[in-house]
């Protein structure tokens, strides 16, 4: 018999089509909150599973799974699943690295300008009539270009932020990472390692770009925003976690820190009130990797996880280490 699979959401069709005619699907029409028993129930009676961020699965969601093989998660983070857990019951997981690297360094772009040069908050303003003469006072922002862009997590996408930052807009541009890069590496990018604490305190904008895991929870924290420029801003695209959210809006709210960009949340898909209740925000929601491009190819990337973890094809890659 065919194996059977479940896809946890609604992704690109075109991308999922073409494996109706190797595997029995198991998909759903809409957007769905699965609890955490239902995700058990679902898992149970499958082969693969197709699975998103919103789906969080360890061991309780695996206990009855006896034909699972393979969870393909379509995204680069994998901060849901319990890899440990899965690794014990014998369940192959995947991810989808490199094909949304330049697309979410887009939108970190995009958040920082946003964010600096206070985009939405002039669009509001305009939109709500307050616009009375042209005035040169108005939404007076942080440069960009010849600014110091700090990057803390330079991974694929951090370097990816580097690359426009340095070569498009001539920025000096600052790092931090678990390992440093090797010099070659370092010097094609134009980015300079530094500690932490310098990082903190030489930014004029901070870009965050690392994975979430317990080491990195809060690392942006009270004490972390205190070491900033009050005329810094930060912009956070890796997970809501990273960043103390309520440390964050108190600075936002006080004027130790300019302007924030949040991709992310630490309860998504709610967003505090302290942060909604600020004007020199920037909120997007979750969309670093929504291009249609390049959703397609993660869902594609996915398909072929898959497909390899059921040995149906090829050999398993980008299984994370
Ligand atoms: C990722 O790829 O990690 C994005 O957050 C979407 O899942």
Redesign the pocket.
Known sequence: ARPTVWVSQPLIDAAIVPLRDRVQLRTTDTVTAWSPQQIAAQLADVDGAII??NERIGAAQVADAAQLQVIAN????YNNLDVDALSAAGILASN?PDV?TETTADLGFALLMATARRITESERWLREGQWGQWSFQTMLGADIHGSTLGILGMGRIGQGIARRGAHGFGMKVLYHNRSRLPADVEAALGATYVGLDTLLAQSDHLLTVLPYSAASHHIIDAAALAKMKPSATLVNIARGGIVDELALADALANGRLAAAGLDVYEGEPNVRPELLALRNIVLTP?I??ASLATRTAMVQMAVDNLLAGLGLDGSPSHMPS
């Open positions: 998103t961020l379509v995204g680069v983070g989808t949304l979750h670093g990797s």
